[in-house]
Nanobody, 126 residues
């Protein structure tokens, strides 16, 4: 059984930063064999893509809304993926999920992911 556990969410003021972490575990889960992504869902809205990173970490993808402010990274030795979020604004308020994809056609597409975490809440006040 695969588990993805997000952490690092919280309440911050606009302009501040947060760093989210997602720790992966599972007896047969090989973290370095999965592309990893971050998605978010605000109340009343659909889940949307935020960022993704390839198995090796050599390729990253970002939504236009976060490009230049957020950075995704991974540590395959620690089975962990990170999302550094800078210059946060109230539009970033959402429940943030990490997800793992054995193979993706489009890293931006939620259906391409095999496993999901439960999410960590980020609230940005103005």
């Amino acid at each position: 059984q695969v588990q993805l556990a997000e952490s690092g969410g919280g309440l911050v003021q606009a302009g501040y930063s947060l760093r989210l972490s997602c720790a992966a575990s599972g007896r047969t889960f090989i973290f370095s064999s999965y592309g990893m992504g971050w998605f978010r869902q605000a109340p009343g809205k659909e889940r949307e893509f935020v960022a993704a990173i390839s198995r090796s970490g050599g390729t990253t993808y970002y939504a236009d809304s976060v490009k230049g402010r957020f950075t995704i990274s991974r540590d395959n030795a620690k089975n962990t993926v990170y999302l550094q979020m800078n210059s946060l604004n109230p539009d970033d308020t959402a429940l943030y999920f990490c997800a793992a994809a054995a193979q993706w056609a489009l890293p931006q597409r939620p259906n391409d992911y095999n496993y999901w975490g439960q999410g960590t809440q980020v609230i940005v006040s103005s």
